[in-house]
Structures are given as structure tokens and as C-alpha cells.
């Protein structure tokens, strides 16, 4: 009769129970992702909460590999579904301004850490500002902790204000006519309006349109 090893045992129960408590960690995560937003949740039959009993089933039959892939898959559908939702928040055109249409992208783990960015682009005559919202990703941290630092906004030539009781960073340029507006969200969101051939009025105008309480709820 063959005896394994002690030591051999302890290695085999430890990666057993880490597995374990990694996938458990995983699908505690998804289902808090989906519980965010229970309307879509109970729409029911929907590929995200398929996609996750598929994982669980994997799960429980030890097939940890096909688990991980289908909870990465989710939550990548998940991400989806927030990119659309958040669509919703960019602004309609200001008077005599025209919009086209809003885009957004979910970006995988893989990718930058993953993220979620949606944008659209606003035209009057010559004049063009483009909105666009960033969150969930891991490298806008090194980025909203410059934006939240005053001394790295004087650096770079901004000038703070404060925007719907928001943080924002103006940089404009008078001579050309363009700049930027930077305003950090609830420490997770990245909201950036850029114009060519406008007046910095146009740019805090946009800033303004946005609803940023209803933005901290995703």
C-alpha cells in the first residue's frame, strides 16, 4: 500500500480549500454586480444569470477551469449591460447644439484591468466638445489621485473649481479656443469634457448637464 506523504496531503487539502474559496470569492462578486441592478436581473432568463448557474454547475462538478471562464464571461456581460446603462446619463444637445450618437465600451479584465467608457460627441458650426464617463477601471486610480491633489492641478496649468458640488480641473487655452474639464466622481468615476473652437462657457455649460448623484449609483 502506497502512503502519501504528510506534507504531500497538507498541499493537496490546501489548494483544495484555496480553489474553493476563490471561486466562492468570484460568484459572491458577480451576484453583487447583478443585485445592483435588479430590474435587469429579473428581466429575466437573461444571458448573465445563465452564463452563472452554467459556472456554478462547473463548479460543483470540480471543473474549475470552465467556472473560472464562464465567470469571466459574465461578468464581462455585466459590464455590457452597465456601458448601456450609463449611455443614459450623457447629456442631450444645449440649445443649437447637435449630438450623434453615444458609444460606449466595456473593456475585459485583461484589457487595462477592465472598465467601463462611454462617450458622445456634440457639434455647433465648427465648434465640437466630446463627454466622456470612465469607471470600474484599476488604472484611473494613479490618475484621480493627481486630479484630487490641487498641487498637480496648478502643475499643469488647471484651474480648480467647483462644478455641481463636484472637484473639476479647467484647462483652457483662449487663444485656440480649446480645453478640458476633469472632474473626479465619488473616487471611481472619471468624467472629461473636451472642446475645439469653443468658449470655456460651452465646456462648463456641458459639465453642468450632467447628473452626477444619478451617476454615483453604478
Not at 84 to 101: C, I, R, V
Not at 152 to 176: D, E, S, V
Request: hydrophobic letters at 40%; one cysteine or more.
Amino acid at each position: 500500500m502506497h502512503c502519501v506523504p504528510v506534507w504531500d496531503i497538507s498541499i493537496i487539502i490546501y489548494t483544495h480549500y484555496s480553489m474553493k474559496y476563490f471561486f466562492q470569492s468570484l460568484l459572491i462578486v458577480l451576484c453583487s454586480l447583478v443585485l445592483q441592478h435588479p430590474i435587469q436581473a429579473q428581466a429575466a432568463e437573461d444571458d448573465v444569470l445563465t452564463t452563472i448557474d452554467q459556472a456554478v454547475k462547473q463548479y460543483n462538478t470540480g471543473d474549475f477551469a470552465g467556472a473560472a471562464s464562464n465567470l469571466d464571461y459574465a461578468a464581462q456581460l455585466v459590464r455590457q449591460k452597465k456601458s448601456e446603462k450609463m449611455k443614459e446619463l450623457l447629456p442631450e444637445p444645449l440649445t443649437g447644439w447637435q449630438a450623434g450618437e453615444a458609444s460606449s465600451q466595456a473593456m475585459g479584465t485583461a484589457v487595462f484591468g477592465g472598465g467601463v467608457t462611454v462617450g458622445r460627441e456634440y457639434s455647433k458650426g465648427a465648434s465640437r466638445i466630446n463627454v466622456e464617463i470612465i469607471s470600474d477601471s484599476p488604472v484611473l486610480q494613479s490618475v484621480l489621485m493627481m486630479l484630487n491633489n490641487p498641487m498637480f492641478a496648478g502643475a499643469g496649468g488647471g484651474n480648480l473649481k467647483t462644478i455641481k458640488g463636484q472637484r473639476a480641473i479647467i484647462k483652457y487655452n483662449g487663444t485656440n479656443r480649446s480645453g478640458d474639464i476633469n472632474i473626479v466622481v465619488a473616487g471611481r468615476f472619471m468624467v472629461t469634457i473636451k472642446g475645439n473652437q469653443v468658449d470655456q462657457a460651452d465646456l462648463v455649460a456641458y459639465a453642468e448637464a450632467i447628473d452626477y448623484q444619478a451617476l454615483t449609483k453604478y
